[in-house]
């Protein structure tokens, strides 16, 4: 069993940054690939980053592309989203997950553990 627990998030202005941290309680966090996910209202989840065990390999989604950076610290059990130049629709719910598939994935079914969300809202 992993627990996961995310913070960080806020309001911040257009332009802004944040940095999200996702805490992970469990041994197998440093096998485990760890995947931020965020959902707007009336919206579906959305990919956003991923990252591999060993932080070597790392996936974004489009939108945030260039303006978002996932990193971990597996002595620490903990993995980072650092938002920068954040726009009014990156306001979402942001999710972390954990998963053990043969890559990182970049859908929801590829995590097993997920975290409760922390809110992020960007005002213009």
């Known amino acids: 069993q992993v627990q996961l627990v995310e913070s960080g998030g806020g309001l911040v202005q257009a332009g802004g940054s944040l940095r999200l941290s996702c805490a992970a309680s469990?041994?197998?966090?440093?096998?485990?690939?760890m995947g931020w996910f965020r959902q707007a209202p009336g919206k579906e989840r959305e990919f956003v980053a991923t990252i591999s065990w060993s932080g070597g390999t790392t996936y974004y989604g489009d939108s945030v592309k260039g303006r978002f950076t996932i990193s971990r610290d597996n002595a620490k059990n903990t993995v980072y989203l650092q938002m920068s130049s954040l726009r009014p629709e990156d306001t979402a719910l942001y999710y972390c997950?954990?998963?053990?598939?043969?890559?990182?994935?970049?859908?929801?079914?590829?995590?097993?553990?997920w975290g409760q969300g922390t809110q992020v809202t960007v005002s213009s």
């Open positions: 997950a954990a998963g053990w598939g043969a890559t990182p994935s970049r859908t929801s079914p590829g995590y097993k553990f």
């Open positions: 469990g041994r197998t966090f440093s096998s485990a690939a």
